[in-house]
């Protein structure tokens, strides 16, 4: 018997701590079986998770690179071609460098221009394309004043589609001393820019303003009320009733161009004829 009430006992006692283990867990939330199992969790980090943060964000930098520098900004763009106004590649003008200004300077451009009509900032350099006399394509240049930049690109280039014909279409300044322009009007040169008083007097051309420009001068001579004749080369171009190539006439194209844009043309003179010359008076 006694043994059996020890039994007994313990029995009653067991299931006791048992009653009071379930109580305490179910008023003990956080007692719950899985926070362990969390706890354990957080404290095993991913390989991505042991990785430094600027280790991680490093590596996306070889991606991004490379497709920004392939598209520059407009701003990386060189600063002289800022003020570049182009028709295309071969057509364009733009302000005078220091390329541009060593060529004219003390030739067609004064070396000391404290007291001249313009200045480097007035003038413009034209780059373009000409057909020449045998049909080839050349490059020509021309500096012009900056505000008759555009028509006068716009003209050569409706030239060049016509396969208007030039002997050459190069800077007066490649002909030595550009105060006197007989060896570029010899060469049947087509010219713009020169700073220069009109022959005879001491009124300044308006070549001087880059306002004038001379097209195939030694077929278009200037033919003066004295009847002297500039170039004297061009003397048998004189008779305007003969036909010739790059005559220049009310039926001519250069003609027709130059004047749809206000130019004047000097063979409508009333006295001298410059055959070669068309200028626009914009100061």
Same mark, same amino acid.
């Given at each position: 018997m006694k043994r059996r009430s020890v039994a007994l006992v313990l029995a009653v006692?067991? /299931?006791?701590?048992?009653?009071?283990?379930? @109580? $305490?867990a179910k008023e003990s939330p956080d007692v719950h079986i #899985?926070?362990?199992?969390?706890a354990t969790a957080t404290q095993m980090p991913t390989p991505e998770a042991s990785l430094? +943060?600027? %280790?991680?964000?490093?590596?996306?930098?070889?991606?991004?690179?490379? +497709?920004?520098?392939? %598209?520059? #900004?407009p701003t990386q763009t060189p600063a002289p071609q800022a003020e570049r106004v182009s028709l295309n590649d071969?057509?364009? *003008?733009?302000p005078l460098d220091d390329a541009a200004k060593a060529r004219i300077t003390g030739l067609s451009y004064p070396k000391d221009d404290s007291n001249a009509a313009v200045n *480097?900032? &007035? +003038? @413009? *350099?034209?780059?373009?394309?000409? %057909?020449?006399f045998e049909g080839n394509v050349r490059e020509g240049e021309l500096i012009? =004043?900056?505000? %008759?930049?555009? #028509?006068? /690109?716009?003209?050569?280039?409706?030239?060049?589609?016509?396969?208007y014909p030039f002997t050459s279409v190069v800077l007066v300044d490649e002909f030595g001393e550009a105060a006197d322009d007989n060896l570029s009007m010899a060469a049947n040169n087509t010219?713009?820019? =020169?700073? @220069?008083?009109?022959?005879?007097?001491k009124t300044l051309s308006m070549h001087s303003y880059g306002l004038a420009v001379d097209v195939n001068p030694l077929l278009n001579p200037y033919v003066k009320s004295d009847g002297s004749i500039s170039p004297e080369s061009g003397a048998e171009y004189a008779d305007r009733t003969? &036909?010739?190539?790059?005559?220049? $006439?009310?039926? $001519?194209?250069?003609?027709?161009?130059?004047?749809e844009h206000g130019w004047t043309w000097g063979g409508d003179w009333k006295n001298s004829k410059d055959y070669q010359h068309f200028s626009k008076d914009v100061r």
């Amino acid at each position: 018997m006694k043994r059996r009430s020890v039994a007994l006992v313990l029995a009653v006692m067991f /299931m006791a701590c048992g009653c009071f283990a379930a @109580r $305490d867990a179910k008023e003990s939330p956080d007692v719950h079986i #899985e926070a362990p199992l969390t706890a354990t969790a957080t404290q095993m980090p991913t390989p991505e998770a042991s990785l430094p +943060l600027a %280790v991680a964000t490093a590596s996306f930098v070889p991606e991004e690179t490379p +497709l920004a520098e392939a %598209v520059p #900004e407009p701003t990386q763009t060189p600063a002289p071609q800022a003020e570049r106004v182009s028709l295309n590649d071969d057509f364009y *003008y733009v302000p005078l460098d220091d390329a541009a200004k060593a060529r004219i300077t003390g030739l067609s451009y004064p070396k000391d221009d404290s007291n001249a009509a313009v200045n *480097y900032g &007035d +003038l @413009r *350099y034209i780059h373009l394309l000409h %057909v020449d006399f045998e049909g080839n394509v050349r490059e020509g240049e021309l500096i012009v =004043n900056k505000k %008759v930049a555009k #028509e006068v /690109m716009e003209i050569f280039y409706e030239l060049y589609q016509a396969k208007y014909p030039f002997t050459s279409v190069v800077l007066v300044d490649e002909f030595g001393e550009a105060a006197d322009d007989n060896l570029s009007m010899a060469a049947n040169n087509t010219s713009a820019f =020169n700073y @220069r008083v009109v022959a005879g007097s001491k009124t300044l051309s308006m070549h001087s303003y880059g306002l004038a420009v001379d097209v195939n001068p030694l077929l278009n001579p200037y033919v003066k009320s004295d009847g002297s004749i500039s170039p004297e080369s061009g003397a048998e171009y004189a008779d305007r009733t003969r &036909d010739f190539a790059g005559k220049i $006439d009310h039926d $001519d194209l250069c003609y027709k161009l130059f004047t749809e844009h206000g130019w004047t043309w000097g063979g409508d003179w009333k006295n001298s004829k410059d055959y070669q010359h068309f200028s626009k008076d914009v100061r």
